[in-house]
Nanobody
Framework: QVQLVESGGGLVQAGGSLRLSCAASGRTFSSYGMAWFRQAPGKERQFVAAISWSGDDTGYADYVKGRFTISRDNAKNTAYLQMNNLKPEDTGVYYC?????????????????WGQGTQVTVSS
């Protein structure tokens, strides 16, 4: 069992940056694959980025590649999403998910645990 708490969201102008954090409870964080998904109003939740349990492997959605960076610090039980050059279409609630199998898939169903989300709003 793991509990996830996201933070770092807010209001930012287009072109700006934000760093999201996902703090996890429990002793097994270092064995979990982690991912960020987002959901805009009226739309389905979509994949953003994922990282393997070791941090050696990462994956990104095409629409954030080159702008967002996912990372993790297993000593701090925390995953991060650095978001640069933000665009209005990046607006939404950002959720982190944890996969007990340690992978870094873009498939939402693989992530067993989810946080409550943090709001990101990008103004034009």
């Amino acid at each position: 069992q793991v509990q996830l708490v996201e933070s770092g969201g807010g209001l930012v102008q287009a072109g700006g940056s934000l760093r999201l954090s996902c703090a996890a409870s429990g002793r097994t964080f270092s064995s979990y694959g982690m991912a960020w998904f987002r959901q805009a109003p009226g739309k389905e939740r979509q994949f953003v980025a994922a990282i393997s349990w070791s941090g050696d492997d990462t994956g990104y959605a095409d629409y954030v590649k080159g702008r967002f960076t996912i990372s993790r610090d297993n000593a701090k039980n925390t995953a991060y999403l650095q978001m640069n050059n933000l665009k209005p279409e990046d607006t939404g609630v950002y959720y982190c998910g944890a996969d007990p199998r340690g992978s870094y898939t873009d498939r939402q169903y693989a992530y067993e645990y989810w946080g409550q989300g943090t709001q990101v709003t990008v103004s034009s």
